[in-house]
């Protein structure tokens, strides 16, 4: 079969020619009809730093978001059966951890990836432990199931908190950004102010339901969020840019008593004054990594079913795995929403 493979400690890829292996105990053999590229792949395939340093063992099949056709189960599976629709759970959990224990596995202590830790679904076919697989009803639209992984991302941080009736300001307006837009929208917020410098991506947060676009280039995005909320500030702030000036930002623009969401990771340390920015104000902040399992995916799958999140403004390239590339290079430099791949 044909895969993208990671051979090299440095940029790039290459398509290969591949041997499909049968599914062993506790595993499933997944025939891909369409994969997603995430940001965490751009990093990958860059060889970015926070990459070069996590020891990440090569060759390896790279990719972690599909949508495909179940065809093997090795011994031991029950949550899927073959011929079943399934889409990707990155987390691979060991079940048998503390934190596994305490209901948490997708942050479990000794955690592995797919497409990091074991090999990919940029391919025809892939075989992955049975937990990475999520079963999806038979009708769901394989473009969809494909970026239900980000999507899950960018919605679950909104699910305990009190969002209908709310200001929700998004930062950052990439993939993940753009479905906790439209999660936000779907779960009652009043007023989702979107921040990005891409006006591409502020017309898909528009097209994704932001009630306004602010372009950090463009203006001072602390002063306009205080001017819509009449000077009191968002409720919540989500930020996925992933930028520390971004992050400062959504600090000072949250109100007293706000929370601040943080999925976007950046690269670089932030500085926050812990007095007025967290203890006056009563702030909380909280981190997300990824979506519960599966709780996340149980509540975003019929919001996507009922069209309550549209998946398809995100969705701005599809194209063949051997163009892998042009699709990497898209991703790469923020002219795209999400890029699909077809094996
Ligand atoms: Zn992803
Ligand atoms: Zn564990």
Not at 14 to 37: Q, S, T, Y
Not at 110 to 132: H, Q, S, W, Y
Not at 142 to 155: F, Q, S
Request: proline letters at 7%; hydrophobic letters at 45%.
């Amino acid at each position: 079969m044909k895969a993208v493979v990671k051979t090299q400690a440095g940029p790039g890829a290459e398509l290969l020619e591949v041997p499909p292996r049968a599914p062993g105990e506790g595993e499933v053999r997944v025939k891909i009809d369409v994969a997603a590229i995430c940001g965490s792949d751009v990093h990958v395939y860059d060889w970015a730093p926070r990459v070069a340093k996590s020891g990440m063992r090569l060759p390896r099949i790279m990719g972690h978001e599909y949508c495909g056709r179940v065809l093997e189960v090795g011994a031991g599976v029950s949550n899927v059966k073959p011929d079943d629709l399934v889409a990707g759970e990155t987390h691979l959990p060991c079940g048998n951890c503390y934190v596994c224990h305490l209901g948490k596995p997708h942050i479990c202590l000794n955690l592995k990836i797919v497409g990091r830790d074991t090999d990919g679904c940029f391919a025809e076919e892939m075989v992955v432990p049975a937990a990475g697989v999520f079963r999806m009803p038979d009708d769901f639209p394989p473009d969809a199931a494909a970026v239900l992984e980000p999507l899950g991302c960018g919605v679950r941080p909104l699910f305990n908190e009190d969002v209908a009736g709310s200001t929700v300001v998004v930062l950052g307006a990439g993939p993940i950004g753009l479905f906790a837009i439209a999660g936000a929208r779907a779960l009652g917020a009043i007023q989702v102010i979107a921040t990005n410098r891409s006006q591409l991506r502020l017309d898909l947060a528009a097209a994704m339901g932001a009630t306004t676009c602010l372009s950090p280039e463009r203006e001072d995005v602390v002063q306009a969020v205080r001017g819509l909320t009449h000077g009191v500030g968002a409720d919540l702030v989500l930020d996925s840019s992933g930028n520390a000036e971004a992050f400062r930002q959504g600090v000072q623009m949250l109100r007293k008593g706000g929370t601040l969401l943080v999925i976007g990771m950046p690269s670089q340390p932030v500085q926050l004054e812990l007095g007025p920015d967290l203890c006056l104000k009563e702030a909380t902040i909280r981190g997300f990594h990824g979506r519960e399992m599966y709780r996340t995916w149980e509540k975003v799958v019929p919001l996507v079913q009922r069209g309550a999140i549209p998946t398809a403004p995100v969705v701005t390239h599809k194209l063949p795995l051997s163009e892998f590339a042009a699709g990497f290079a898209a991703a790469a430099e923020r002219r795209a929403g999400k890029v699909l791949l077809v094996p």
